[in-house]
């Protein structure tokens, strides 16, 4: 699992007035960021520190040199190393418990010390079903909806925060068995520019691509308008998308929130509809549950939570839900094939390795910058002997991997 997104926000909830900074920033320079996300999942947990950045810098700057610790209402303790500039990685795997709470305490390297708020792990409840249709978004386009139940079976209010991971098959569409082979590419010096083909060593014509999703997506029962009514829509994919054009699959996350850690993505994604907060560059701040324990007036930006996860996965091909109909466009024109010249013009020499004009092949600096795949043969050419397509459209490494998720399953 993914921590959540970064969280330094744009508003000040000290109270009902926005505390706004000076254009210049540089008595933002000293606040702690903290990215920190526990979960029921058995596992090496990270917990990401930085410090804000300027707005005019493009970046943030990790904390580096910090003591990271987690500690149960046992006593338990869990301790972070720092495995990477400001990544903090548990040096043992473990997973939040039912019942228990946890504390986090963190110590910078010069000597300032922050906790947060105990947490105690919210209950689990299970992923609901989740389903495609065939339907049209809000401005008129067709496409597929994912559809997820939201389990509502508790007499108590439930809240859920949701993540998806997408994994697509890529089916290459002009994909030929034969690859180019450079053999010479020597100016004025022996045959100066051959090329060959030889048949593909590994699969070119089957790939797999994969996407995170990049939204805040919030459920919970108290929102529910009525106790029917348990069914939302996750996730729109346009009919003209690419990566529903074979078979797709959907994973999806769903971490049982506590009402305090519902309530704080609920005002972020108020104040922010941009995927990665530190993109923000409107000044304020959304207080979290991290305080500073050696001075009181420090502001800390972030937030610890602890969630218990449920997944599930859902796999659907186009044909389930468009049957005998074209397939979306591919992103790539694969229309046009190419004839460029393997000689170039104006090539001319005048001694052994003395070239003149023009001394680089176009054809083979296609090649070798992975811009264009074998197509075919020009019969008589010896100028422009090949036929060639656009990388992606023969070989589908260009837009994913060859290699088969351990998850992949057919019909």
């Known amino acids: 699992m993914k921590s959540h997104p970064h969280i330094f926000i744009i508003v000040a909830a000290f109270g009902s007035c926005v505390e706004e900074f000076p ?123 994912i559809f997820l139940d939201t389990p509502a079976n508790s007499s108590e209010p439930t809240f859920f925060r949701y993540e998806f991971d997408e994994a697509y098959k890529i089916i290459a569409p002009r994909w030929e068995p034969f690859q180019f082979q450079v053999k010479l590419n020597t100016p004025c010096i022996g045959e100066a520019f051959v090329v060959d083909i030889t048949r593909w060593q590994d699969e070119r014509q089957t790939c797999f691509g994969t996407s995170k999703s990049q939204r805040l997506i919030l459920s919970s029962s108290a929102d529910l308008k009525e106790e029917s009514d348990t069914r939302f829509q996750l996730h729109f994919l346009s009919g003209e998308n690419y990566v529903i054009s074979h078979r797709y699959s959907i994973n999806v996350i769903q971490y049982s929130q506590t009402q305090d850690a519902h309530s704080f993505y609920q005002r972020l994604g108020d104040f922010s509809s941009t995927p990665d907060i530190f993109s923000l560059t409107q000044p304020g701040f959304l207080e979290g549950n991290i305080l500073s324990a050696s001075d009181a007036e420090e502001m800390v930006l972030g937030y610890f939570e602890v969630a218990s996860i449920s997944e599930k996965r859902m796999f659907f091909n186009y044909t389930d839900l468009f049957p005998e109909e074209p397939l979306p466009p591919y992103p790539f024109n694969c229309e046009t094939i190419g004839n460029p010249r393997l000689f170039p013009e104006g090539y001319t020499c005048f001694a052994i390795g003395d070239c003149e004009g023009q001394c680089v092949s176009p054809l083979i600096e296609q090649i070798e910058t992975e811009r264009v795949v074998y197509a075919g043969i020009k019969d008589g050419d010896t100028l422009a002997p090949y036929f ?24």
């Not at 970046?59 to 972070?80: H, K, L, R, T, Y």
């Not at 060639?388 to 019909?411: H, K, M, Q, R, Y």
Request: charged content about 25%; overall charge negative.
């Open 388 to 411: 060639t397509w656009p990388s992606p459209c023969g070989d589908c490494t260009a837009l994913g991997t060859n290699v088969i998720p351990e998850f992949w399953i057919e019909e």
């Open 23 to 145: 254009t210049q920033t540089q008595n933002l320079e000293t606040l702690l960021v903290v990215d920190a996300l526990i979960t029921t999942v058995f596992k090496a947990h990270k917990i990401e520190l930085s410090r804000v950045f300027a707005f005019e810098d493009e970046e943030p700057s990790p904390e580096v040199g910090a003591i990271v610790q987690v500690i149960d209402n046992q006593g338990n303790e869990f301790v972070f190393d720092e495995t990477e500039p400001g990544a903090y990685v548990s040096q043992i795997e473990f997973s939040a418990e039912l019942g228990k709470s946890y504390q986090m305490h963190i110590e910078t390297a010069d000597g300032k010390n922050y906790i947060s708020k105990e947490v105690t792990t919210p209950n689990n409840t299970e992923v609901g079903d989740v389903t495609p249709e065939r339907v049209f978004s809000e401005d008129g386009e067709e496409g597929v909806g």
